[in-house]
């Protein structure tokens, strides 16, 4: 049975991915695997969302999302989650602090591809989310250069901890981020979406 909340011990440090999942991947799958392992991550929470709030075209139903992300992504260490529409929650910003403070003392890191980071400066309350909440960011094909020249890298590039000292995310106070350069895979639910392998509705 699928808990509405997952289990979380004090002290651990739980990544948050966030994302349409429309539909899960292997991108998700590789980025969150190497989440854990490069910034320190105890369990990795994907959190299936209602929706994009900058995107204008509504996702598959969340229910057909959702059982195909548990398809693709089996490890005891990652939960697949639709918390959002238990925490009544749609900006990130929101879903942190819900979180917070239904898990005290749990870490909570928040996890995104590079695209998101070169975009993050227009999300709601983004400073926000840097002054409280540790954010991992893993590279994507084509957005290194956009993510690392993007607003929020340059004006919190006092917080970024370099090379090594990734793996200390989990464990550090925000401000505080990471881009790791990792192995990178183009796919994409847009790519799959187009190849028409993946029907909306
Ligand atoms: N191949 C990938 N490499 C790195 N990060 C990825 C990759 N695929 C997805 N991500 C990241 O995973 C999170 C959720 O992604 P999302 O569910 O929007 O998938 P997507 O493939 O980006 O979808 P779409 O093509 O519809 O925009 C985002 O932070 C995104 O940057
Ligand atoms: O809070 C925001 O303003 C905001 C704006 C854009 C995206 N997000 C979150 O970023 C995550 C990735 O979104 P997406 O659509 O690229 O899969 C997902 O959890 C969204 O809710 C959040």
């Known amino acids: 049975m699928t808990r509405k909340f997952p289990y979380a011990r004090q002290g651990q440090v739980v990544g948050l991915l966030g994302g349409s999942f429309d ?3 292997a991108g998700h799958v590789h980025i969150t695997k ?3 392992k490069r910034f320190g991550l105890d369990r990795v929470w994907w ?9 204008e075209h509504g996702p598959a139903p969340l229910e057909r999302r959702l059982q195909a992300a548990r398809q693709v ?6 939960e697949v989650t639709d918390i959002e529409t238990h925490l009544g929650t749609r900006y990130t910003a929101q879903t942190l602090d819900a979180l917070r403070l ?15 980071l070169a975009q993050f400066h227009h999300w709601q309350d983004w400073q926000g989310i840097l002054a409280t909440t540790p954010v991992g960011v893993l590279a994507r094909p ?8 993007s607003p929020a890298a340059k004006i919190y590039d006092f917080a970024r901890l370099k090379g090594r000292q990734s793996q200390l995310l989990g464990r550090s106070d925000a401000p505080a981020w990471s881009f790791v350069n990792i192995p990178m895979l ?6 799959i979406r ?3 392998e993946w029907q909306r509705d």
């Not at 898990?103 to 590079?114: D, H, N, S």
């Not at 084509?142 to 993510?147: E, L, P, T, Y």
């Open 23 to 25: 539909p899960a991947h």
């Open 34 to 36: 190497e989440a854990l």
């Open 47 to 55: 959190l299936v969302s209602v929706g994009n709030p900058l995107k």
């Open 73 to 78: 992504m089996c490890d005891p260490r990652v």
């Open 102 to 116: 239904r898990y005290p003392g749990v870490r909570f890191v928040w996890l995104m591809g590079a695209d998101n």
């Open 142 to 149: 084509g957005d290194r250069i956009s993510a690392r020249t």
């Open 186 to 191: 183009s796919v994409s639910s847009s790519e």
């Open 194 to 196: 187009k190849r028409g």
